[in-house]
């Protein structure tokens, strides 16, 4: 299928697990919304690994520029 694993997590699981200012968060959660990464669901951020995956490669690739 599309992605083996598939996570619901809330801003609050993802800050928490991440320690990024709510700020950055929800500037970063809009732009990987956007780029269609993840979806929002009942206020629950989804992503299949798959595009966690590549979000990841994604934000790493935006830092450097």
Excluded: P
Excluded at 12 to 27: A, C, F, G
Excluded at 49 to 58: I, P, S
């Amino acid at each position: 299928g599309l992605g083996d694993v598939y996570k619901r997590q809330t801003r609050q699981q993802l800050q928490d697990e991440t320690s990024i200012n709510v700020k950055t968060l929800n500037r970063t959660i809009s732009q990987l919304k956007e780029e269609g990464f993840i979806s929002l669901e009942k206020g629950k951020i989804c992503y299949y690994k798959e595009n966690y995956k590549k979000a990841v490669t994604w934000l790493q690739e935006a830092r450097r520029r």
